[in-house]
């Protein structure tokens, strides 16, 4: 009797339970129950308490899915599957059910996946979108490289002044932008966003270039009137830590192109939320050359450092090998480095290619390559 009575209890209570539960986890699992855009998408073992308040970056479209899983099982495999650092996503679209399953699936650390605001993805009031359209079709008629391109424009203002602030990343103090179909040739067997925060670093970098003038006619003209009117946010060029030689050689007259190729970034989420920075930024995007030029976030982000930063406050990843076509960063010295931990050739490395930015940045830091060498051999 007792055994029936436990028998009933069982089929009524018991087991529709674990039914149930058996049918969430499932759901769970393949992607049919899904969080919104301040959750996570699947929950993950948390790793040791070693980690900082730091997160990966992505702004992606779900049609890159396969360049983008390629990616991040190389930096998984390079860095995150022994720290577990989260992911963020943003796209200007919702992201599909298979991007999310795909990504979640091989990332270590948590998964975050976000949509844009009208505000950030988009054309501001005071923008002229005949005269922009204009800019554009002008631009693509001398085949200037996106020139013709709304979205890459809209991608350029939105990296330049937004992603730092969407909601997902707002808890985060430092960040570490990923592009798709990028590629990371060394073992990264340090922790870099330990190091910004015990060195004080608000940005680390891998390679710079100079940028395409034409894309920029108005931009350094834009920044002189801003350093008039917030000296308050500038190093003075006189000061011994000022980086300003590095974007300007003749005292900030003119702009030399100089920049640090944005694709890769480790940064401080703080310090690009400052009143400083967002001056800057708004009184670019007020001049309007996110449209009716092309200017990009690279230089954006770059001058904004040379200006505002401190050198020591700046740093060159130099021994995290990087790609993005067509260049790559490849640390030379010490031997071992490039023999042990990287898979790719220093002997094309674009740090000393006659299009490289980077032997000035030495010359004006007063360093050398191996001054900037974290990893540690075996």
Same mark, same amino acid.
């Not at 996570?40 to 702004?59: C, D, G, W």
């Not at 290619?353 to 830091?365: A, D, G, N, R, V």
């Given at each position: ?25 499932? *759901? ?78 091989? *990332? ?8 844009? #605001? ?31 391109? #709304? ?154 450092? *040379? ?72």
């Amino acid at each position: 009797m007792i055994t029936a009575k436990f028998g009933r209890i069982f089929l009524l209570v018991v087991l529709p339970l674990t039914l149930l539960v058996s049918f969430l986890l499932l *759901a769970n699992r393949n992607g049919t129950i899904t969080s919104s855009y301040h959750s996570s998408y699947a929950s993950k073992p948390m790793h040791n308490n070693t980690r900082e308040n730091a997160a990966f970056v992505v702004l992606v479209r779900n049609s890159e899915l396969n360049g983008l899983r390629e990616t991040l099982q190389n930096v998984e495999d390079r860095f995150n599957r022994k720290k577990g650092y989260p992911w963020v996503f943003l796209n200007d679209e919702p992201f599909t059910e298979q991007f999310k399953e795909w990504t979640t699936g091989l *990332a270590s650390g948590k998964t975050f996946y976000g949509t844009l #605001e009208k505000e950030s993805w988009g054309y501001p009031g005071w923008i002229d979108q005949a005269k922009a359209a204009r800019a554009r079709q002008e631009m693509a008629d001398k085949n200037i490289i996106y020139g013709g391109s #709304e979205s890459y424009r809209h991608m350029c203002r939105f990296q330049s002044g937004f992603f730092f602030r969407h909601p997902l990343l707002l808890e985060y103090d430092y960040y570490w932008r990923v592009e798709p179909n990028v590629k990371f040739y060394c073992d990264v067997d340090y922790d870099p966003f330990q190091v910004m925060r015990e060195r004080d670093l608000k940005y680390g970098w891998t390679i710079s270039l100079k940028e395409y003038e034409s894309t920029i006619e108005t931009l350094w003209s834009t920044v002189k009137k801003f350093m008039n009117d917030h000296p308050e946010h500038i190093v003075p060029k006189e000061d011994p830590e000022s980086l300003m030689e590095w974007v300007s050689e003749d005292g900030g007259n003119t702009y030399n192109l100089c920049h640090f190729w944005s694709n890769f970034e480790i940064g401080s989420i703080k310090w690009l939320n400052s009143k400083a920075y967002l001056d800057f930024f708004d009184a670019l995007d007020k001049a309007g050359g996110f449209f009716y030029e092309r200017w990009g976030d690279a230089p954006v982000h770059s001058i904004a450092a *040379a200006l505002m930063l401190k050198k020591s406050e700046v740093h060159w990843f130099y021994d995290i090998g990087y790609q993005h076509n067509p260049y790559y960063q490849c640390p030379r010295e010490p031997s071992w480095l490039a023999a042990e931990k990287c898979s790719c050739d220093p002997e094309n490395s674009f740090d000393t290619h006659w299009y490289s930015c980077t032997p000035q940045f030495l010359k004006i830091t007063g360093k050398k390559p191996t001054d900037f060498l974290i990893t540690q051999r075996n």
